[in-house]
């Protein structure tokens, strides 16, 4: 987590401040504390990597290997701890198609290339198969951490990088909201907030579909 990131406490009071309930008489802090784990929860059903850390992986023996606890997928596969780079994704089917005894390859101390099928997340493979101990960098998806009451008064920071700020502050918006949909015009005003979070989370996804894309083509330019 960055220290530059926003303390929940600020996000929920900008959102108390916005439903002009800056005392938290109508929404309680317990209302805000589970509306804020529902925010995080519904950027990341969106934006399942809004949300990674870097971390040492040590390999079991073999090909197969089972992310750890506390995280939700994997990434990227950047390289050996302290050696050279590993390739990947490479097309899991494709290896078993054109090579189907790779699995049983000699093992070796280093990884060159990673594999995944996303029908499995929680499970990866090393090509060629290594022995027991191999350390790999790791890009993992994190399962995040709930929020308590308590994180709310010592000004916990928010997990999720400050990009995602005003999403969360939308959404907290829109379950206030919700909480009074009876009412006509609480009602559109909960709409209002929860079609601002989609737009936010869809700008943010197109934006980073065109650098992606950019990425592929300066790394295909003829050289």
Known sequence: MSANNTPVKHLIDE?????????????????????FNSAVRAILAIRSDALTANEDFVCVEGSTQTIPVGARFVVDVLRNKGGAAISGNVDLKMLDDYRPEWRSEPLASAAKAWLYDDRNPTTFYMYPPVVSGTTIECVFAKVPTPITESDYDSETKCELNPMYDNA????????????????????????????????????????????????VDIKNQPR
Do not use: H
């Open 15 to 35: 959102a108390a401040r916005l439903v002009v309930d800056k005392n938290m008489i109508r929404w309680d802090k317990a209302f805000w504390v589970d509306a």
């Open 168 to 215: 969360i502050i939308e959404w907290l918006v829109y379950r206030a909201f919700s909480e009074d949909a009876e009412f006509t015009a609480n009602a559109a005003r909960a709409t209002t907030a929860l079609n601002a979070f989609r737009t936010m989370l869809g700008d943010k996804s197109q934006a980073d579909s065109i650098v992606q894309q950019k990425s």
